[in-house]
Nanobody
């Protein structure tokens, strides 16, 4: 089970750090992905990280502003979001595939098996 936290309401240009805590299994065995879903839009993968943290991927709209990381000792993954924009407003989810992926990760929701319930991020002036 994944539990996301850290969402909230901020103004454009501000920062938030989201956390994704895993319970019931070791997060270290899974590549993990952050997704977001804005109102009226499909869920999209925005960043992922492999089991060791050496392979990381971002989509262009967040590259350079968001940083994904993981602390396997704490069974937690993070998404540092800087310079937030109104278009970043969405519910943010963390997810992982059913089986362990080493050396890579996926941004496709079709590859995911475990999902959290999400945390809302609102960026507005």
């Amino acid at each position: 089970q994944f539990v996301e936290s850290g969402g909230g309401s901020v103004q454009p240009g501000e920062s938030l750090r989201l956390s994704c805590a895993a319970s019931g299994y070791g997060l270290e065995y899974y590549a993990v992905t952050w997704f977001r879903q804005a109102p009226g839009k499909e869920r999209e993968g925005i960043s992922c990280i492999d089991t060791s943290g050496t392979y990381i991927n971002y989509v262009d709209p967040v590259r350079g502003r968001f940083t994904i990381s993981r602390d396997n000792d704490k069974n937690t993954m993070y998404l540092q979001m800087n310079n937030l924009k109104p278009e970043d407003t969405a519910v943010y989810y963390c997810a992982a595939p059913e089986f362990s992926w080493r050396g890579t990760c996926s941004l496709s929701p079709d590859d995911m098996y475990f999902w959290g319930k999400g945390t809302l991020v609102t960026v507005s002036s």
